[in-house]
């Protein structure tokens, strides 16, 4: 269980029992310092620079205060939200269950974690970040938990720079972090289609060659998607991100603007609350195991978080009508605790499950083309508490 499960479960096992949720008076001064405890606990470690991770001392130290810095911010910031979130949920003077309230402020923070991985910095910032992403090698080669690699991941390629320009990006990170907490500009919309996918359909379509052209891939990567035959699902999270870095300069190289082809990487390797979160909730193959008759099943997270919405799937099909591919190529989700700016960090949080169910051995789509894919909306509805969940869409 990584460190954010761990700050989830708090919820139930640091002493916000289902009693105190329910007390009228609200949550206690210990219980209160619990939760703000284990909301800086969630957040705190993606700051931890690994001891592994080849830094120079000098960087490291700049780094370590960079994050002291910000970790002091979101410190101050909780108590805010915690009290914020309590009062948004009251209802006819009657207080909301504790749980509920740690929920809503533990997905604002995951929020604003991505939220900041998607923002772009300064013409200087986004020029720099491009340069390094399209020449420097070992860029992607984090240590420790890659779950907890969201300021690694900066600091690293800033290490790629000569020492002189350095502190320059360290200063457009520090300004960037500062916008946590703070209304922000509406994130760039995902990627269609997403950058691992179109990164593959090449791969996919035979050796490079005069017909086929595209750059090399760097040995690593060659060896999993050509030589093993791994797809982005079983691909380690170092290779991931070099597919993610590969295509960027793939993309560039066949046109493809640098601001879409920054957005695209930074969606690309966005660490989302699916990602942190692992099999926490859902384990591996459930969506499989429904009968294809049947609705999809509620994604576990998405349950406990309390996240509705609606997907858009784009399904391709065979002249049968059989399904080949499904992928989500609309999100509209919404989720408690986040006001105000979209949820990026829970918007993929249906795609897995509507993609297996789309697609699974079984179905059947009547309007079948080979040339236009199938699309129908999933509506993701909680009818009642988070134990009674439909799912409800267009029957193919």
């Not at 949920?89 to 009657?94: I, L, P």
């Not at 779950?147 to 360290?170: C, G, H, N, V």
């Not at 879409?260 to 699916?274: C, E, Q, S, W």
């Amino acid at each position: 269980m990584n460190i954010f499960s761990i700050a989830l479960a708090c919820a139930l096992a640091c002493g916000i029992t289902s009693a105190q949720a329910a007390a009228p008076e609200g949550p206690a001064e210990e219980l209160r310092a619990q939760m703000l405890r284990s909301l800086h606990g969630g957040v705190a470690p993606a700051f931890v620079l690994d001891k592994d991770l080849p830094l120079d001392p000098a960087l490291r130290a700049e780094a370590d205060r960079l994050s002291a810095e910000h970790l002091e911010r979101v410190d101050k910031l909780l108590p805010a939200w915690l009290d914020e979130e309590r009062t948004r949920q009251t209802r006819a003077g009657k207080a909301p269950a504790s749980t509920a309230v740690y929920y809503a402020v533990l997905a604002r923070l995951l929020n604003e974690l991505s939220l900041w991985q998607l923002e772009p910095g300064d013409a200087h910032y986004e020029s720099t970040t491009l340069a390094v992403l399209r020449s420097a090698a070992g860029v992607c080669d984090l240590s420790g938990d890659y779950r907890l690699t969201d300021f690694a991941s900066r600091i690293l390629r800033i290490q790629a720079l000569p020492a002189a320009e350095r502190k320059a990006m360290l200063a457009s990170e520090r300004e960037l972090l500062a916008h946590w907490g703070r209304p922000r500009a509406e994130p760039p919309p995902w990627p269609d289609p997403l950058p691992q996918r179109a990164a593959f359909a090449l791969l996919q379509r035979g050796p490079a060659d005069a017909g086929h052209p595209r750059l090399a891939l760097p040995p690593r990567l060659a060896a999993a998607t050509l030589g093993l035959g791994r797809d982005y699902t079983t691909m380690h999270p170092v290779e991931r991100c070099a597919l993610q870095q590969w295509w960027l300069r793939e993309s560039m190289r066949a046109g493809v603007t640098p601001a879409a082809a920054l957005n695209a990487f930074r969606y690309g390797t966005m660490l989302t609350a699916v990602d942190r979160f692992g099999d926490a909730f859902d384990k591996p193959g459930a969506a499989e195991k429904k009968d294809p008759a049947g609705p999809p099943p509620y994604p576990g997270i998405a349950s406990h978080f309390g996240a509705t919405g609606v997907t858009t799937v784009s399904v391709r099909v065979d002249a049968a009508g059989k399904p080949v591919q499904a992928a989500v190529t609309g999100r509209k989700v919404d989720v408690p605790g986040i006001h105000g700016v979209r949820p990026v960090a829970f918007e993929n949080v249906f795609d897995a499950t509507i993609e297996t169910y789309a697609a699974q051995e079984g179905r059947h789509y009547d309007k079948a083309s080979a040339n236009v894919p199938y699309t129908f909306q999933m509506v993701w509805r909680l009818d009642g508490d988070k134990n009674a969940t439909t799912a409800k869409g267009a029957k193919p």
